[in-house]
């Protein structure tokens, strides 16, 4: 069950990222679409694919085609940043 938003960022991640980036990450423990993510967590679709766009260029998210829909998915470089 995909559960957006419902565990905190750990706060180093926080301060690393900003509460936005850090948020989605975490987010995205579960895979989402974009629409997802926008709902769960009280934000623009836009907003949400700008923040992906950034944390995809670094390594940290990746993204799957399902059908008609884009899931994103975090990497294990994202996984474990969360964790430390």
Known sequence: MW???TRPPPGGTVRLFGRARAGLLEALRSPATTTDLARALAVTPSAVSQHLRVL???GL???E????QVVYLITALGASLLSS
Do not use: I, K
């Not at 085609?65 to 008609?68: D, F, I, K, N, Y």
């Open 3 to 5: 559960t957006a938003g």
């Open 56 to 58: 995809r260029e670094n």
């Open 61 to 63: 998210v990746t993204r």
């Open 65 to 68: 085609r399902s059908g008609r």
